[in-house]
């Protein structure tokens, strides 16, 4: 069985300098790469920002920086296509097109929350957008995401799903489980390793010793290959070979996609492991949207204006889903009783 592996396998971090590689992608194709990762940009800035207020309470993970990672992914998904992901969540809901005001009334715990404010930052479903959970306990989605997998095997029905974790994750015992079953029964799941580099807070030059996550499937047969998980048109392009894989029935393909989170593990976190600088480069020199930006600038696709009225654009939609969160009212207490087992 062929396995696949990225020229650079050093991570995000390792990687600096600005991407020259020349897009062959469409206008509109950069173009509605740009506003689906300037939205969750946008819309995380403004959910730091209520939590700041006291608005939104308990935990809350920012995407800020990985936006590229799953924009890339779901441009290489299908309708009926399933995803899976930890408690750093919202970027995925807004990509799977969740309704920013819904997602938002749910981080300040409304009723016009998506899991009707019950499940806050780190637990939010869509069944209609196959959408089956933020997970607050790490790695606990994986055997999950399998299982959604099972599920469509059995039904035959040429779905897939991916299941979204971190370099942190990586190393929890249920992962490899999951590996061995998903390679034995031939289960069209992509395993996503969002590798941002310090998983809760600590590097993974410290954490690991084998720094590549996507060659420890290599001990059951899946195929698996790292990504700059900082270039949108790179994730897409592994994206594809991986649902490609899984629906020819090659069975599971593992992604370590290398990112970087710009933002501490969660709002409580003032990410003292790193410099400023560290993060300031990766800013100036590898952020996924302003590498869209150039080629959009570069290929005469927009003008500088044409891109600051779509920012203008986007600020109204996270303007409007804030406003809508702090006027949706509360769950009413007998929203206690619902939606339990017993």
């Known amino acids: 069985m062929a396995l696949r592996k ?3 396998n050093k991570g995000a971090a390792a990687s600096a ?4 590689r020349k897009s062959n992608t469409s206008k509109e194709e950069l173009l509605k790469f740009y506003r689906e990762m300037l939205l969750i940009r946008r819309f995380e800035e403004k959910a730091g920002q209520l939590y700041g207020m006291g608005l939104i309470g308990g935990f809350c993970h920012l995407y800020i920086g990985q936006e590229a990672v799953v924009v890339g ?3 290489a998904a299908e309708d009926g296509d399933k995803r899976i992901t930890s408690y750093r969540d919202h970027g995925h809901m807004l990509a799977s097109g969740m309704d920013p005001k819904g997602v938002m009334a749910e981080l300040t715990g409304r009723e016009g929350g998506l899991s009707k404010g019950k499940g806050g930052s780190m637990h939010m479903f869509s069944k209609e957008k196959h959408f089956y959970g933020g997970h607050g306990i790490v790695g606990a989605q994986v055997p999950l995401g399998a299982g959604l ?4 095997k059995y039904k035959g029905n040429g779905r897939v799903t991916f299941t979204y974790f971190g370099d942190g994750a990586a190393n929890q015992g249920q992962v490899y489980e999951t590996y061995n079953m998903a390679e034995l029964w031939n289960l069209p799941v992509v395993f996503v390793i969002e ?3 310090y998983a809760m807070g600590t590097s993974m030059k410290r954490s690991t010793k084998s720094t590549s996550l996507w060659g420890r499937g290599v001990a059951y047969g899946i195929k698996g290959e790292a990504v ?4 949108v048109l790179a994730v897409k392009a592994a994206g594809e070979r991986a649902v490609e894989a899984c629906r020819a029935g090659e069975g599971p393909y593992i992604l370590e996609i290398n990112t970087y989170r710009y933002r501490g593990h969660s709002m409580s976190d003032p990410a003292k492991y790193r410099s400023r600088e560290e993060v300031q480069k990766m800013r100036e020199e590898r952020d996924a949207i302003e590498h869209v930006r150039e080629l959009l600038l570069q290929g005469n696709h927009a003008t500088d204006d044409d891109l600051k009225a779509i920012d203008r654009e986007i600020k109204v939609i996270v303007n409007e889903a804030a406003e809508y969160a702090k006027e949706s009212p509360e769950p009413d207490l007998s929203e206690l009783w619902t939606d339990i087992y017993a």
């Open 17 to 20: 300098g600005k991407s020259t």
């Open 73 to 75: 992914l779901e441009a």
């Open 149 to 152: 997998a099972f599920a469509d």
């Open 228 to 231: 700059d998980g900082m270039d």
């Open 6 to 8: 990225s020229p650079d």
């Open 195 to 197: 590798n941002n580099q």
